[in-house]
């Protein structure tokens, strides 16, 4: 693997990396970590890398893997820049034969995303995108159910994703990671949709397997001076008649990162918090509530194999963004060895999961500049 | 005290008489418990009144009562009809000089309400209203900690009611609070959030003492045959600039009476769960949260004050409910000694909440019907 | 009824007041509030009593009633006083043809707990004892299930009782209820043993219906110049062979009123918190946890004539206490009406429950002068 | 790194490996992973190891490892066999020069441990032990707050491990796991007290500081067969005065692996659950409860050094057990560049605890065996 972004000082940056070492099946050869040359050999010094490795940009980086020995070259690039940066590394890895894994949002608009979905495409390589809650065991649990009908037809989902962090003007104080997620010009059309938001639409249509026909969304930027939203309250319509309510928020004043999803079917209902991913609530038509939790043999498949601790040994965030790296490079293995990948291994987000994102996104601040009507998520 | 309805098989006439006997400040002294007049007097056995004061209708009992001397005759009355049946008794009760307590919400339409608050103001006479969330002591901590500006300027609220009890059509059985609640005839212009959103309505308005301005509501009725919605999703736009997300539903399969809310202001946050009644949690920027269990010395005034137990000894929805009626009472008291209430027994649901209620329910069907377009409420 | 103690200022007199009221089946006819009689009848102006039926002393209040006619006087006495107060009023009772409810521990010593039991026994009269935690709605449930072997043979039983209110010498600051119960004179023997760890007790064996046959009591005053314990860490062995251990303490501090029980089978196990009475948590080998809440309709026939609303409108310790009042009467009831009083009616601590509870302290003293030797209960 | 067992189908070895893996800076160059030579090969192919450094045996590997040039060989070994192959790997390493990790109990009994920690003094090399629970940030915040005086003088320490998964006779399956645990060949003297109950006894004297004096304990078996222990509930008292009670069950059904602690204060208490690791629950007197949350910014030094994630990002059972690994890798980085240690990395247990813990296996056995009489841990 090769990264671009995480160098020091970065945050999504050192999360990936960690995720790809915990299974101990993915190696970190070389990366263009900063776009200052000397900074970017500095950090790839902090991971045991050669300086030769270690490159200024992703331009030269993808240029030099791709000279060296197929068996010694990186078999993938990690994408862990901002959101304007997502898109050009993307675009050139894959016409230079490299898989892709890239951080959320896919690309910085939607035009973009389509662009890179032609081209994912068209290469046959593989694109994985990190909505990493979706990696969390329980997750899978819950899709599992929904899918199974133990639940019946859905009728009702309730997703929301509070924050706090930004309740001041963070930005202000020069802190990199308000910085860059407040300023149009590297987050893209949305400040707290686009940032959490996305994820809160990636894991209700993942776990329903239902899709948002159009939405209502009233966006409001609460910290003056602020130029993207930081607070939006969604309703949702959804293809076969089931409705929802998504809502996220930066200025949520003591919220961490409240990332929760109920869902109603006809015959019983299920909730889930990321705080305590390891439970899962199951509710029923007149029977006690269920409480689910990881590791137990009770669990399906999908569940299962999330998972690498026995019962209450917590796994938590890291682990569930090391499902997506595992079951990529599962997957890529698979394609190295000309093998029928395990469809276990093809439970990752892909490019469809991005170019859906940035349709959510676009659709989202459409309807909330055009005071909450309802609007359709062309994608 | 004469209650109007509330005979055997009732619901919530047994919740009224526990309220009303808690605190050893209210008698019972009289009924019109049913239309059958029969069946009204063996109700009024139960509760071990003379025949001659169970009466067959409320039109029989005001006359009655009113013809009995100053100190026999009852002070007020207890509504707790269904709501079709909520007017009529209080009207002809103030305009024959008796303080009314009604169960919510205050009349059929809003014109009704209207009308009655125009009676109320007319006749100088004291009317109730069983909004019982805001009794509990957590709620008004809640209240207090805006209104005294410890949250800073209210931004976001969020406030939800699911219910899962009416996930199948259990009208259909026969089922008598089903019955009447999904009959537009006696529940009104709107189902679920006649029955419980407009408890979410009271509820925000309480603790944040800011008025809705404008709503976009979303209703569904899930059940096939239904004649009423069973599900409301509504985007929230307060006086101020603070914007929230109401949703209210009885197809939520497994949920009880899940009614919870959050608020989150400038400098503060707060949640509370009426499942849990007992506790509120405090949310601040950048310090731990804070878990306010009732009955403990840091409470505010109002708090204590609606409090009965020491800590940790948990009171539940008959106390709060309890403490509309023992206020309600206190106000009353004074007024016939013809002094100036404790300003904390004024601390009660009246008719302004109950027109303000009705407003809600207006506006919640008519954006409904026209796609959720936004809606002023009209009050 | 007529009350013995409970006079203004006191904590546990309303709360038995309050838990006569709620059903409107009891009402309170006389008492004896205060050994000052001037005082006795100030505090039954407050409830409503003529002056000529509050008394200066329980032995003029049992006399005068005796000499009242049969439908007039008081049918038993509620005895609310200090502990040191409980058997004398309760035996004169008795002696004189009044049925007697009891404030916990039934009296100061066992020898006058049995001394007790033979005069109920003798007399044939009812005698009720209020460890109001068995009243609660899921306590039941949970005795109902371990009771109809859903469970399994009983192998491990935890209880446990922090509060923390005498973390400082609270009795030095003139607190009236810190008073009495760090006083050996009033209290009796135990001081944090007696005055919760024996409702501790009482619930464990409650619910699992099997008696503690021996204990090893570590008891610790932490509180300089307290003069009796105020905490308590025992190991208990039932008879049948299941284990556990018991803890309560008054120093542990934060901890209000934390009473919890957990009880594991062969089958299946069992958790109840009374912070949040309305929720059982309930185990099983290889399945989910169940979570089983108050009013549901998949509830045992005894937990559900412990309930008074419908689901997820939180009952609390008045209605548990309230569940003592309301069986206690209905068996007097049944006496007076010369029928079978309904099994469920039953279902409140009698005087073996009292002799138990003080047999169980004593036990505990014992062990803990003697460093925490193993030590019987003999009762 | 080498390790020593953990190959194919072992739980334990897992989970050092991924927690050598997170942090990237440790590498696992060669195992003895199995008796078997051939399956030692097979398992190392697993983790991408040439052959040639897949020993049959610890005494091959570190033979061999010995020969190789310094910059090449192993700098540490991992060993994460059944407890009886603790002692024999551990000594021949200091014996030969390299460090040691070991999974605890350090050995199969107090002798052994004893020599061990001799060992250890006179190579001056390092010795680490995965007492893996204390590696979470939270209880290091734990810890700093007794350390510094918030909870005042500590009073009382519950600690309680309760587990479900040998409420049946599951050694009789043939499953692994339960089979070595159960035998005291391989297990040593104790059964669940010495798998799980040290883990809590670590735990205490981890967050207190004090050391337990002497012990009350009572053990049994439940399971039919069995030769060990299955529950133990222990009485303790502290250095200095606390008291306490440490209860470890491992049939307690419906339990997964439920380590909770509380610790009270003259001024403060704590409660920590390892099943939700990422919330500590801090209580005062006459003032609302805190709730502290990893990586916030108001967490002492220790705690923030623990954590690798932002708020709400929960952090897990493998987070924490990395912690000891990456602690342990930075203290032999430091001894290889011959400079002194950040104090922050010399917070993992050592031999110390290793012995510490032995002795109080065997005084609780002891006592155990002895009627729970009060018995010493010497150490």
Not at 119 to 139: A, E, I, R
Not at 256 to 274: A, D
Request: charged fraction near 25%; glycine fraction near 12%; include cysteine.
């Amino acid at each position: 693997m090769g990264m671009v972004g995480g160098g020091r000082g970065a945050f999504i940056g050192a999360v990936h990396r960690i995720a790809a070492n915990i299974d101990g099946q993915i190696e970190l050869v070389c990366g263009a970590f900063s776009s200052d040359p000397g900074r970017s050999k500095e950090s790839g010094a902090d991971f045991y890398l050669p300086p030769n490795r270690c490159y200024g940009t992703f331009e030269e980086m993808i240029a030099a893997e791709k000279a060296l020995p197929a068996g010694e070259r990186m078999d993938f690039i990690s994408i862990v820049t901002p959101n304007h940066v997502h898109f050009p590394p993307a675009k050139l890895a894959l016409e230079n034969g490299f898989h892709v894994l890239s951080d959320k949002p896919a690309t910085f608009d939607l035009a973009e995303a389509k662009e890179l979905a032609g081209l994912v495409k068209k290469t046959g390589l593989l694109y994985g995108l990190t909505h990493n809650y979706t990696g969390y065991p329980l997750v899978k649990e819950a899709r599992d159910m929904v899918h199974t009908g133990k639940l019946g037809k859905i009728r009702k989902v309730v997703v929301e994703y509070p924050q706090g962090w930004l309740a001041t003007r963070l930005e202000a104080s020069g802190q990199k990671q308000a910085g860059w997620r407040t300023d149009p010009k590297r987050s893209g059309a949305a400040g707290c949709i686009g940032d959490i938001g996305t994820h809160a639409e990636n894991l209700a249509e993942y776990i329903t397997g239902l899709k948002i026909k159009e939405l209502a969304a009233d966006l409001t930027t609460f910290v003056e001076g602020r130029l993207l939203d930081d607070d939006g309250n969604v309703l949702l319509r959804f293809e076969g008649g089931a409705k929802g309510v998504l809502h996220a928020s930066q200025i949520s004043v003591g919220e961490e990162n409240n990332l929760n999803i109920r869902v109603y079917g006809e015959k019983g209902g299920l909730e889930w918090h990321q705080k305590e991913p390891n439970t899962l609530l199951v509710k029923w038509l007149d029977q006690p509530m269920q409480v689910y939790r990881t590791a137990n043999g009770y669990l399906s498949k999908a569940a299962a194999a999330a998972g690498r601790t026995p019962p209450a040994h917590p796994e938590g965030y890291l682990e569930a963004f090391a499902n997506i790296y595992r079951n990529f490079a599962a997957h890529i293995r698979a394609t190295l060895e000309n093998r029928q990948p395990d469809p276990l291994h093809l439970d990752y987000p892909k490019i469809e999961d991005g170019v859906r994102g940035m349709a959510f996104i676009e659709a989202v601040v459409r309807s909330g500049h055009n005071n909450a009507a309802w609007t359709p998520i062309e994608s």
